[in-house]
């Protein structure tokens, strides 16, 4: 069984910056792509970041390119997101999310596996 478990949410005054975990278990971690979403208050959720299976690969929305950045550690089976230079237009639930094949993709509904979420508010 799947598992994706979110930390490092919290409250960031805007300019600062915060590390998401992503820790995942049930499934050999390496071999499949993973992503970070985001959803607003009374938005959809968009898409924020994936990586590769091996970390050769990233996409990136162009709203967090040059911001953000999408790592992954497969010793301790853990997807990262570093952000930056954070504001309030950042402010949301972060899910992680895992496919079930190694290709990276900006579409929510291609990925099989998700997190229960982790909140990231970003005061003005």
């Known amino acids: 069984q799947v598992q994706l478990v979110e930390s490092g949410g919290g409250l960031v005054q805007a300019g600062g910056s915060l590390r998401l975990s992503c820790a995942a278990s049930?499934?050999?971690?390496?071999?499949?792509?993973m992503a970070w979403f985001r959803q607003a208050p009374g938005k959809e959720r968009e898409f924020v970041a994936a990586i590769s299976g091996g970390g050769g690969r990233t996409l990136y929305a162009d709203s967090v390119r040059g911001r953000f950045t999408i790592s992954r550690d497969s010793s301790k089976n853990t997807v990262y997101l570093q952000m930056g230079s954070l504001s309030p237009e950042d402010t949301a639930v972060y899910y992680c999310?895992?496919?079930?094949?190694?290709?990276?993709?900006?579409?929510?509904?291609?990925?099989?596996?998700w997190g229960q979420g982790t909140q990231v508010t970003v005061s003005a």
């Open positions: 999310a895992s496919r079930n094949v190694d290709y990276t993709t900006p579409y929510a509904s291609r990925y099989d596996y």
């Open positions: 049930g499934r050999t971690f390496s071999r499949y792509a």
